[in-house]
C-alpha cells in the first residue's frame, strides 16, 4: 500500500492538532496534582489477586504511608493499584489515581478519591514522577518495571533530586538487585555505586514506610522538575 502526498499531509495535520489534545492533559494533571501534597507512588501488578500476600502488604504499606503524612499514587486500576488506594482510603489519606484509559481494560479503582484520567501514557508518567516523593514498587511486569528504571533513570541522569526507591518483595526482586550490583555495576561499569543508594530492597511495610520518613528527616518535600 503506498500513500499519496496527500495522505501524509493530513497525517502531519492531524498530529499538529494532536498536541493541543497533549497539552490539555498536561495542564490538567498539573492542576489537579498540584493540589494534592506529598504524595508516594506505589507501583505493581494489575494482575495480582485480593488474596495475595503482597496485595495485603500493598495495602498496609498505603495505609502507614498516608498516617505518616504522605498522599498514596497508584495507576487507578486493580491488583496491586486498588491495594495500594484501598490502604490510603482506610488510612483516611489522599488516594490518587492516575487511570489510563485502555479499549478493552481498567476502570478506576472503588478506592480513589482523587482521578486523573489520561490517555497519552507518557504523560501519566510524568505526573507520577513529578508528583511523587517516593516509589513503593511491588512485583509488577512490564509497566512496572517501565514505572521503576524511568524514575531511577530521571534520579540518575539528575533530571529529577534523588528520592527514595523501595522493592518490595525481596524474592522478587533480588535476583534483579543481584545482576544490577554484579553485572551492571560490577563487571560493566554501566552504571556508579551513588545511583544504588537510595534503592532498599524489604519485606516489612514498615521498614518501607521508614525508609521514606528517615530520608525526609534531612530532605524538603517539593514536586520534582
Given at each position: 500500500?503506498?500513500?499519496?502526498?496527500?495522505?501524509?499531509?493530513?497525517?502531519?495535520?492531524?498530529?499538529?492538532?494532536?498536541?493541543?489534545?497533549?497539552?490539555?492533559?498536561?495542564?490538567?494533571?498539573?492542576?489537579?496534582?498540584?493540589?494534592?501534597?506529598?504524595?508516594?507512588?506505589?507501583?505493581?501488578?494489575?494482575?495480582?489477586?485480593?488474596?495475595?500476600?503482597?496485595?495485603?502488604?500493598?495495602?498496609?504499606?498505603?495505609?502507614?504511608?498516608?498516617?505518616?503524612g504522605?498522599?498514596?499514587?497508584?495507576?487507578?486500576?486493580?491488583?496491586?493499584?486498588?491495594?495500594?488506594?484501598?490502604?490510603?482510603?482506610?488510612?483516611?489519606?489522599?488516594?490518587?489515581?492516575?487511570?489510563?484509559?485502555?479499549?478493552?481494560?481498567?476502570?478506576?479503582?472503588?478506592?480513589?478519591?482523587?482521578?486523573?484520567?489520561f490517555d497519552?501514557?507518557?504523560?501519566?508518567?510524568?505526573?507520577?514522577?513529578?508528583?511523587?516523593?517516593?516509589?513503593?514498587?511491588?512485583?509488577?511486569?512490564?509497566?512496572?518495571?517501565?514505572?521503576?528504571?524511568?524514575?531511577?533513570?530521571?534520579?540518575?541522569?539528575?533530571?529529577?533530586?534523588?528520592r527514595?526507591?523501595?522493592?518490595?518483595?525481596?524474592?522478587?526482586?533480588?535476583?534483579?538487585?543481584?545482576?544490577i550490583?554484579?553485572?551492571?555495576?560490577?563487571?560493566?561499569?554501566?552504571?556508579?555505586?551513588?545511583?544504588?543508594?537510595?534503592?532498599?530492597?524489604?519485606?516489612?511495610?514498615?521498614?518501607?514506610?521508614?525508609?521514606?520518613?528517615?530520608?525526609?528527616?534531612?530532605?524538603?518535600?517539593?514536586?520534582?522538575?
Amino acid at each position: 500500500m503506498t500513500h499519496t502526498n496527500k495522505d501524509w499531509n493530513e497525517i502531519r495535520s492531524n498530529d499538529s492538532w494532536g498536541i493541543f489534545k497533549i497539552m490539555a492533559e498536561f495542564v490538567e494533571g498539573y492542576e489537579k496534582m498540584a493540589k494534592i501534597g506529598p504524595c508516594i507512588s506505589v507501583f505493581g501488578s494489575a494482575r495480582t489477586k485480593r488474596d495475595s500476600p503482597y496485595y495485603i502488604a500493598a495495602a498496609e504499606t498505603s495505609k502507614l504511608l498516608v498516617e505518616s503524612g504522605y498522599g498514596v499514587i497508584t495507576g487507578g486500576g486493580p491488583g496491586i493499584m486498588e491495594a495500594g488506594n484501598l490502604g490510603a482510603r482506610q488510612g483516611e489519606g489522599k488516594s490518587v489515581g492516575l487511570n489510563i484509559r485502555l479499549p478493552f481494560e481498567q476502570s478506576g479503582n472503588e478506592y480513589v478519591n482523587h482521578p486523573v484520567n489520561f490517555d497519552y501514557f507518557f504523560v501519566r508518567k510524568v505526573m507520577f514522577v513529578k508528583y511523587s516523593q517516593g516509589f513503593v514498587v511491588f512485583p509488577g511486569g512490564f509497566g512496572t518495571m517501565d514505572e521503576l528504571f524511568e524514575a531511577l533513570t530521571l534520579m540518575q541522569t539528575k533530571k529529577i533530586e534523588m528520592r527514595p526507591v523501595v522493592l518490595f518483595g525481596s524474592e522478587y526482586w533480588k535476583g534483579m538487585v543481584a545482576w544490577i550490583e554484579n553485572i551492571m555495576l560490577g563487571v560493566e561499569g554501566n552504571i556508579n555505586l551513588i545511583d544504588m543508594k537510595f534503592l532498599k530492597m524489604t519485606d516489612d511495610p514498615k521498614e518501607a514506610v521508614k525508609h521514606m520518613n528517615d530520608f525526609y528527616a534531612s530532605h524538603p518535600l517539593r514536586p520534582n522538575f
